[in-house]
């Protein structure tokens, strides 16, 4: 070792273990863990909580993932108490999905999705009551002819839910209610939902609700839609069916003052006026992703307004939009959009 090394050496082992371990929560996992090594003292910096708070562990098996999946599974073994926000993909035996949930005893933030899940998952995540985020979309229930009757006010720093077509029922679906920090709710594949709930729902997040994906059908009615308008921190809002909304809920959209993600699809009700109304007001303008699917009268002159006002959208579908696909104007979408990376037609 040169003098220069040693210097640089002993230069940074002067500095307080604070210092140290806020300069170590900046490195790549594969580094952290190579600090483990250098000595007693740096194996208990690079060990510190708050190093690996923020680390999400991700155990895929996709095929092509299987060498990073079995390195993560080996640091889930070895760390299992400083496993804080874990994901779990692509796996489709239950049993392993458990071996793997039984090494970790400390979870914020859960996410199980594209994979398979057995009725005892219910019963498997209670022994995290401190969880943040629970995410299972797409994710199947093996007993397609049970549900999951999650209590999730057992959850009550619950900030982030997004489920698959189960583990919401009349059952439990007033839980929801009682988490008070919940404001990310992806629920658009959750039906038979009413609209009594739904609206109950909107009303207790009113001020903290950021995201809702939700089916909408008859759970969804114009009502909704001025409730929504007057929650001011939501950013996201996608309703997959809006058959049941009228013009009456469509210009409550406008009043959206941080709207940055829009999703309405399927309605032959919302008037071409209204849409072009709705969609040049001041807040809408400002959004990143637009989705108008299946909107019967969105019209080349709404989507030539977006493409003139709209200076931030990097998204926008109008899939099977009867007035623009298979028109001469269905030609000029290219052309129009230039700089957006996706547009669906």
């Not at 929560?25 to 000595?39: F, G």
């Not at 498997?124 to 199947?140: A, E, G, S, V, Y």
């Not at 049941?244 to 919302?270: P, S």
Request: proline residues 3%.
């Amino acid at each position: 070792m040169t003098g220069f090394e040693e210097d640089a050496e002993s230069a940074i082992d002067i500095l307080p273990d604070e210092i140290l371990i806020h300069i170590i929560k900046y490195l790549p996992l594969e580094s952290i863990l190579a600090c483990e090594n250098v000595c007693q003292r740096w194996r208990k910096l690079a060990r510190d909580a708050s190093v690996w708070r923020p680390i999400q562990i991700v155990y895929s098996g996709k095929p092509g993932q299987s060498e990073v999946s079995e390195k993560n599974l080996e640091i889930i073994s070895t760390h299992s108490e400083r496993i804080y926000h874990l994901k779990i993909q692509y796996v489709y035996s239950y049993p392993f999905i458990k071996s793997i949930l039984e090494k970790c005893d400390n979870l914020l933030s859960l996410e199980v999705v594209m994979c398979r899940v057995g009725k005892e998952f219910d019963d498997d995540i209670k022994k995290w009551p401190n969880l943040r985020k629970l995410n299972m979309k797409n994710t199947l229930l093996l007993l397609t002819n049970e549900d999951l009757p999650i209590r999730y006010d057992q959850f009550q720093d619950l900030n982030y839910l997004s489920l698959s077509d189960f583990g919401l029922t009349s059952a439990n679906c007033d839980s929801l209610l009682s988490c008070k920090y919940l404001s990310h709710i992806l629920i658009e594949k959750i039906r038979n939902l009413d609209v009594e709930f739904i609206t109950q729902l909107i009303v207790s997040k009113k001020n903290i609700l950021q995201t809702l994906h939700i089916y909408g059908g008859e759970a969804i009615n114009d009502n909704c839609l001025c409730l929504l308008s007057q929650c001011p921190l939501l950013k996201d809002l996608a309703i997959i069916r809006c058959e049941n909304l009228t013009d009456v809920g469509l210009v409550g959209l406008a009043k959206l003052k941080r709207i940055e993600h829009l999703q309405i699809w399927n309605n032959v009700q919302f008037t071409e006026i209204n849409l072009l109304k709705t969609l040049s007001s001041d807040n809408l303008v400002k959004l990143q992703s637009l989705s108008l699917s299946r909107i019967g009268n969105v019209s080349p002159v709404i989507v030539d307004v977006i493409s003139e006002y709209y200076k931030n959208l990097k998204f926008l579908a109008v899939y099977q939009c009867p007035r623009i696909i298979n028109t001469d104007y269905e030609k000029q979408l290219k052309s129009k959009f230039r700089n957006i990376d996706v547009v669906l037609y």
